[in-house]
Each structure stands twice: as C-alpha cells, then as structure tokens.
C-alpha cells in the first residue's frame, strides 16, 4: 500500500514548476503523515472495544477512497513525459 507515495511524489514533482515545488512536496507529505499519526490512536480504540476487523475495513475504505479522488483531480493532467514535442 505504500508503493504509491513515490510515484505520487514523482507525478506531483514533474507537474509542478521547479522553484515552487516545495510548497506541494511538503503538502503531500503533511497530508501523508498527519492522517496516519491519527489513525493509531483512531485504530487503538476501535481495538480496545473489541472491535479487532474494523480498523482494516476502514483503512480499506480510506485507499479505495484516495485513490479514486486522486484519479478524479489528475485524470486530464498532462504528465510532462507524455508531452510529445
């Protein structure tokens, strides 16, 4: 699952001008960091009612999720590698 993040990193990176690339790479990662920090306490207490499948099935939901948003922002984005000149 987390075999994505580079290539996220390396589509975002090549769309992006280069002098204002940080600003994005730090976005992604903050909004990569963030969610998964939260998730353990989130994780934790569903276990601790007893509720051992859960944290899975909602993981699941979340990538099934992010994946699908993500494709429907970038669908029409023109990778620079694809631009034939």
């Known amino acids: 699952m987390n075999m994505a993040m580079p290539l996220k990193q390396s589509m975002i990176t090549g769309i992006v001008v ?6 994005p790479s730090g976005i992604n990662s903050a909004l990569w960091s963030l969610p998964n920090a939260l998730s353990s306490f989130v994780g934790a207490y569903l276990m601790g009612l007893g ?27 023109e ?5 034939i000149d």
Do not use: C, H, M, Q
């Open 79 to 83: 990778l620079p590698e694809d631009i």
């Open 18 to 23: 280069e002098d204002e690339r940080g600003a």
């Open 51 to 77: 509720l051992l499948v859960a944290p899975f099935f909602l993981s699941g939901a979340f990538y099934v999720a992010s994946i699908t948003l993500f494709w429907y922002f970038f669908r029409k984005t």
